[in-house]
C-alpha cells in the first residue's frame, strides 16, 4: 500500500513538471507581438479607445459589432509622442495594421469656394460647369465679366498722344502675358441673379516659373487666395476654353449685355483667348471686335463718368463702400469682383442716377478708349489717368500719373 501510494504521488509530480514545460515552450514560441490570431484581434482592439469604438458603432447605428467581423476602419489615433498619425487601417481579413504619418496637407481650394453662390471651375469640371452655364444664359443675359492677370510689365515709348499711349499699353502686355482668372455674374434685366450660384470662376494654367508677370501683381494675387500652383496643376487650357464658350451663346449672339468695370484689359484678355491671336494694331478696329463678340457693352467706369455725384477716378471696392454694396468673397478674386461690378452696375441704372436712365446710350463705349478718349480734354502737362484695378501696381489701387 505505502508503494503504491508513492508510485501515484510521484506520477502525479511528474505529469505537472512535464505540463509546465510544455507551456513555456510555447511561449518561447509565440512572443507577445508574434502570437496567433486570436491574440492579434484582442491586442487590435485594445488601441483603440473606447470611445472611439463606441463612437464607430454609433455612426454605423444599432449594437456594437464584434472587431473581428468589423468593417474596415480609418479613424485618426491620438499619440502623445512623436508626430501624430493622421490615418489609421485596420484590416480584419489580414489582421494587420498600417498607419500614416505624414500630416494631412491643408487645402488649396481657393477662399472663394466658401461663398455659395461662386463656383470654382478648373479643368477637371469645366465642361459640366459650361453646360450648366449654358441653361443658365437662357434666361439671364446680363453678363457681369472681371480679369485677374499677372500685371503691367512693358510700357509703351512716351507718346504726344495719352490715348495711344493707354491703348498701346493695354495691347502690348495683353498680347505677351496670359489671363488667370476670369469671373462672370449672370442677371436679367433688374439685376436678379439666378438661385444657387450665380457667378463661375474660371481657373487658367499658369505656371510662375515659366509664365511672365510682374512682381507685385503677383504678390496681391497671392495675398487674395490664388494657388498658383493648383493653377500649374489642374489650370484650363484656353483653347479648350475658347472653343466651349463659342458654342455656349455668350459671344456672337445680339442678345447678350455684358458689363466690366474699366473694361479695356477685360476684353483685350478675352477677345486674345476666343480669336487666338494677339489683339489687332488700330484702337478702331479693336473696339469693332468687341462690338463683334460680345454685342451690347457697358463700362461701369464710364457710366460714373457721367455721374456728377460720383469720382470717376475712385476704383471699384471705394465706388461699392460708397454706395453701399456688399462684398462677396475676397476682393482682388475674378469671381467676387464680377459680383461687386455687377451690383454696382444696377445700383446705379435704378433710380439712384436719373441721368442713368436711358443708359443705352452709353453701350459700347469703353473708359479711356475711343469716343471716351476724343471726349476728353488731355492735357500734356498734367492729367491723371488709374489704372485697372485688377493690375494696379500697389493693394489700395492708387491712380498712375502719365
Known amino acids: 500500500i505505502i508503494f503504491s501510494a508513492f508510485f501515484l504521488y510521484f506520477s502525479l509530480k511528474v505529469s505537472e513538471r512535464s505540463e509546465k514545460t510544455q507551456n513555456s515552450k510555447k511561449k518561447k514560441l509565440f512572443p507577445p507581438e508574434e502570437r496567433p490570431f486570436p491574440q492579434t484581434t484582442e491586442r487590435v482592439s485594445k488601441d483603440f479607445p473606447k470611445t472611439q469604438r463606441d463612437q464607430q458603432d454609433h455612426l454605423q447605428g444599432g449594437a456594437a459589432m464584434p472587431h473581428s467581423a468589423a468593417r474596415p476602419l480609418v479613424t485618426p489615433l491620438p499619440s502623445s509622442t512623436g508626430p501624430a498619425r493622421t490615418a489609421q487601417t485596420v484590416s480584419t481579413s489580414t489582421a494587420t495594421i498600417s498607419a ?64 495711344s499711349y493707354h491703348w498701346n499699353t493695354i495691347r502690348c502686355n495683353v498680347n505677351i502675358l496670359k489671363l488667370i482668372q476670369l469671373g462672370l455674374t449672370f442677371s436679367d434685366q433688374f439685376g436678379n441673379r439666378p438661385p444657387g450660384v450665380s457667378t463661375w470662376q474660371f481657373n487658367f494654367k499658369f505656371d510662375v516659373s515659366t509664365d511672365m508677370y510682374a512682381q507685385d501683381s503677383l504678390e496681391m494675387l497671392e495675398k487674395a487666395g490664388l494657388d498658383f500652383d493648383h493653377h500649374r496643376k489642374d489650370g484650363i487650357d484656353v483653347n479648350t476654353f475658347a472653343e466651349l464658350i463659342i458654342s455656349s451663346g ?53 457710366l460714373i463718368k457721367n455721374c456728377p455725384t460720383l469720382n470717376h477716378r475712385t476704383g471699384l471696392n471705394q465706388l461699392a463702400a460708397e454706395l ?79
Open 250 to 302: 455668350l459671344v456672337l449672339g445680339g442678345d447678350t449685355h455684358w458689363i466690366a468695370f474699366h473694361s479695356g484689359y477685360d476684353f483685350g484678355y478675352l477677345l486674345k483667348v476666343l480669336t487666338n491671336a494677339d489683339l489687332p494694331e488700330g484702337e478702331s478696329e479693336f473696339l469693332d471686335q468687341v462690338q463683334t463678340w460680345f454685342g451690347h457693352v457697358y463700362d461701369v467706369k464710364y
Open 324 to 402: 453701399q454694396i456688399e462684398r462677396i468673397g475676397p476682393a482682388h478674386q475674378a469671381g467676387s469682383d464680377s459680383l461687386i461690378t455687377c451690383a454696382l452696375f444696377f445700383r446705379l441704372c435704378q433710380g439712384l442716377q436719373p441721368r442713368l436712365k436711358n443708359v443705352d446710350q452709353y453701350a459700347s463705349i469703353l473708359y479711356g478708349l475711343g469716343q471716351d478718349a476724343a471726349e476728353t480734354h488731355y492735357s500734356t502737362t498734367k492729367d491723371t489717368f488709374q489704372l485697372h484695378p485688377a493690375h494696379s501696381r500697389a493693394l489700395d489701387e492708387r491712380m498712375e500719373v502719365f
Open 100 to 163: 500614416s504619418t505624414s500630416p494631412t496637407p491643408p487645402s488649396s481650394a481657393p477662399q472663394s469656394m466658401s461663398c455659395p453662390c461662386i463656383k470654382e471651375v478648373w479643368a477637371s469640371n469645366l465642361r459640366a460647369e459650361m453646360a450648366h452655364i449654358q441653361q443658365v444664359v437662357e434666361r439671364y443675359r446680363f453678363i457681369s465679366v472681371d480679369t485677374e492677370f499677372p500685371g503691367v510689365v512693358v510700357t509703351p515709348l512716351v507718346s504726344s498722344e495719352l490715348c
